[in-house]
Each structure stands twice: as C-alpha cells, then as structure tokens.
C-alpha cells in the first residue's frame, strides 16, 4: 500500500515545531557563538530553557524508542520533523538530534554496557555533553583500511597512538569514539575496533581546530588530533575486538540518512527564497518570475527537491520497516551520493537569482553552498557512495544465455512470431 499523507495528528506537531523554529530558534545565531559552547553563559541562559519546551511538546530526541528516552517515532516521522529543523542550523541541538551524535548514540545504545550507557549515553541524550566520531586519519578517509591509530592491551587499559583527522566537536566533547587498528594480523574488515576515549584523558592533543572555507583559526571546529599513549579502560571497547567496521556502518547508516533529512529542509528554503525574490524584484519593467530562464531555475530546483525528498522518505520508510542497515545500504548510498548536488544545485540556482545580494554575506548562500561540499565528503566522499550503489544494484543481475542481450529485439520478434503463428497465419496481411 502506498500512502504519500502524514497523519493530522502528527501534521499539528510538525505546525507546532515550524512556528517554533522560526519565533524561537532562527534569532539565536544571532546571539549565541556556538552552541556546542556549555560553558558560555548566553549559551546556557537560552538554549536549555528552549529544549525543556521541545521535552514538554513529546518532540525530543523522538527517533529514540522510549526505553532511551525518546518517542520511538522512527525514521519517517524523524525525516518530516529534520526537514523542519533542517534549515535552521541551532535547530536539531533544542530537539536533540543533531550530528554526530545521534549516531553515536545509537553504537552506544547498540554495543555499550550498562556503564556506558549509565555514563555517557544518558547525558548525551539529556542534552547535557556532547560527543565526537575519530575516525578519519590525515593519510587518508575516504580508505579506512589505510588507518594506522593503534590501540594495544596493556594489562586492563588499552594504550592508544595516532593522529586523527576532522574530528569534529572534539573541543566541546564529553568523549570521543575512536577507530582504532587492534588486530593487526587479522584479515583486513577485522583489523579495527571502536573505543570510548573521555577527552579529558591525558595524552589527547588537539594539533589545530581546522575550519572550513573562510573560518577563522580559532573558529574550527574539526579537530586534528593527536593520540599520544593515550590509556583507557580495557572495558571501553564497543562491540568485541576486531568489529570495528561492523559498528561503524551502525552509526554511519543513521548518520548519512540524518544528514539527508536536513538537508531537505535546507534545499526547500533555498526554493522559497529563490521563489520570493523572482515575484520581488523587477527588470526590464517585470518581474523576475516572468522570465522563461528564471522559471526554468525555479521548475528545475522543484524537481531536484521533490524527487530527493521523495527517495529520502522512502529510504527513511525502509529502515523503519527492516531494522536492518546492512539491507538498506543501497538506498543509504543513493541518499548520500544524490544529497550533494541536489543542495549545490538549489542553493547555487537561489544565489543566481538574488544577484549581488545573493553572493554576499548578507544572505546565506555562500554557507549553504559550502555545506554542499560538506555532505559530499562527511560520512564518505560522493564517488565511494555511488559505487556502494552501483555494486548493490549490479550484485544479483544474471548475466545474458547467449552473444546477444535478453531484450535483443530480433530475439524477441522472434518467439513472438512463434508463439502467435497460429493467429498470424489465419489473418494473414
Ligand atoms: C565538514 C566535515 C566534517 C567531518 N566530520 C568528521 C568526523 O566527525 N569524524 C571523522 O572521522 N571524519 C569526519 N570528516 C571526514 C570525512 O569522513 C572525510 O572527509 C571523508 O571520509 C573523505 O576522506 P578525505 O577527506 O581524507 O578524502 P580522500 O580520501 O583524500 O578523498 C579525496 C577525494 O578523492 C576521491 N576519491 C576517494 N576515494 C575514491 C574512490 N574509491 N573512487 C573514486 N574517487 C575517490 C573523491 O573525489 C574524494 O572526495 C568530516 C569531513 C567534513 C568535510
């Protein structure tokens, strides 16, 4: 059965969250430099009065099933709320489903310890600390069989050395989950494992905070890190040694789909305010709306919108329907391979339209357009993701019997003929 309609009900709540992202959320960039910061005080005098109203709506952290605190509302109710959240960047912090660490949440929720949960999971979903994903390396991300971070057992703590790169919100981390090689002799998937590391743990060097595009030093927020006999805990494994790429597709799954949801939200206020400036300003003596080269911009970018929106949904339908991301990793990579360019080509075509205004840092084009680049790389670059996608696509396609392929027309003429040749002999033309 297919049913493209949310339910009233839950249509009310997404109303409720709208008005409130745009009454509540939308001023604070303004005021608050960054809201991962707990230890500033604007920070704190307004974000969390903000959350505890989104706990009071039922609309916190809803994709989590009720045993973690959440909803259990799933994917597909998840992706209508993000494509609310999706254009206000302060957004999924006050519903408390903001990267990465929904995705860490659920390796903790999945492979932690009832201490692991006690300890780092019940704060994270609280709101109160914030968590970090070490995985990439400065030699190399897109391969993480290329990743030389070791952890080595000594005695009851694992004893940690590597460098780590674009770690993000490591600064403002409670603990970071790292990838590390524990298993050198094993065979190459069963090489890594994940660890809990706190970041307060002697031996954690943040090289640089690295920034994108025209941040400021000491604005960056993706860490280059330094693990320097860094130990913890033998007990802080997640998963058993060696399932290092197993717990990462946990994570990675819901991650991609999360930023894909957002996303969403972003390409379609990109359309409105393309939208709005074409029926605004006038040229020629009409409106910009009027012109064939403008509509084909505006009629383009709906396209674009509607059919990832629709992919996302239906993707989203998926997860919620198998419980199982290993199934769905086609679909996840489709998500994330077409997210990229559906936002580039939107927020690229709403800039145009704006002219001057559009390129300048009066609008926020140039910040949607770089975090185009960012979803083509984050959680794996474009090119990895379409080849996941084509190689699940391709994995049961048989082979043609013979020279010619199975829709070879000829062959086809052919046995048609055969098999009506009764009726063609009788009414012959
Ligand atoms: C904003 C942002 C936030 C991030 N946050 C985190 C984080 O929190 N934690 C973390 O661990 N990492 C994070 N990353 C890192 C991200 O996962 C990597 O950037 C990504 O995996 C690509 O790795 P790389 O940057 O080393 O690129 P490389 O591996 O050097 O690849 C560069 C380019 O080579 C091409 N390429 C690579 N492989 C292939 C292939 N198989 N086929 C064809 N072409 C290919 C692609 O064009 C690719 O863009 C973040 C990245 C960004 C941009």
């Not at 993000?82 to 949440?105: H, K, M, R, S, Y």
């Amino acid at each position: 059965m297919w049913d493209f309609e949310t339910d009233p009900e839950y249509q009310t709540e997404l109303d409720w969250a709208a008005g409130f992202v745009t009454d509540e959320i939308s001023p604070l960039r303004y005021v608050i430099d960054n809201p991962l910061n707990t230890a500033d005080p604007i920070r704190q005098a307004l974000i969390p009065p903000l959350q505890q109203t989104v706990r009071e709506h039922g609309l916190w952290a809803t994709h989590l099933g009720p045993e973690l605190g959440g909803q259990g509302h799933g994917q597909v109710k998840l992706a209508l709320l993000n494509e609310v959240l999706g254009g206000e960047p302060l957004a999924p912090i006050i519903f408390g489903c903001q990267a990465p660490d929904t995705g860490n949440a659920e390796i903790l929720a999945h492979y932690g310890t009832e201490e692991h949960k006690r300890t780092y999971l019940g704060p994270l979903l609280n709101g109160e600390i914030f968590s970090c994903y070490s995985m990439t390396e400065p030699q190399g991300g897109s391969d993480p069989t290329e990743f030389t971070t070791t952890a080595v057992l000594d005695g009851h703590e694992w004893v940690i050395n590597g460098e780590k790169w674009f770690s993000s919100n490591a600064r403002y981390s409670a603990f970071l989950i790292v990838m590390c090689v524990t298993e050198p002799d094993n065979p190459t998937y069963q090489r890594q494992s994940m660890i809990i590391v706190p970041t307060d743990t002697p031996g954690i060097e943040i090289v640089r905070n690295v920034g994108l595009g025209d941040e400021q030093p000491d604005e960056g927020t993706h860490a280059y890190l330094r693990y320097n006999d860094v130990r913890v805990p033998r007990d802080n494994l997640l998963g058993g040694r060696g399932e290092g790429f197993l717990v990462a597709q946990t994570r990675l799954g819901g991650g991609r789909i999360h930023h894909a949801m957002r996303t969403v939200g972003m390409a379609r206020q990109a359309l409105q305010m393309m939208m709005e400036r074409a029926v605004s300003r006038r040229t020629q003596g009409e409106l910009l709306s009027k012109k064939q080269l403008v509509q084909e911009m505006v009629a383009e970018s709906w396209l674009d919108l509607q059919q990832f929106r629709l992919l996302v949904l239906q993707t989203a339908w998926k997860i919620d329907k198998y419980h199982d991301y290993k199934r769905v990793r086609g679909d996840i990579s489709a998500v994330k391979a077409a997210m990229p360019g559906v936002l580039n080509r939107i927020a690229s075509r709403a800039m145009q339209v704006h002219g001057s205004l559009g390129l300048s840092n009066e609008m926020p084009f140039v910040e949607m357009l770089i975090n185009g680049y960012h979803l083509g790389l984050a959680d794996g670059p474009t090119e990895v993701h379409k080849t996941t996608l084509a190689r699940s696509l391709l994995r049961d396609v048989k082979p043609a019997d013979g020279l010619f392929p199975s829709t070879h027309l000829v062959a086809a003429r052919e046995a048609a003929r055969a098999r009506y040749a009764d009726v063609l002999a009788t009414h012959q033309r």
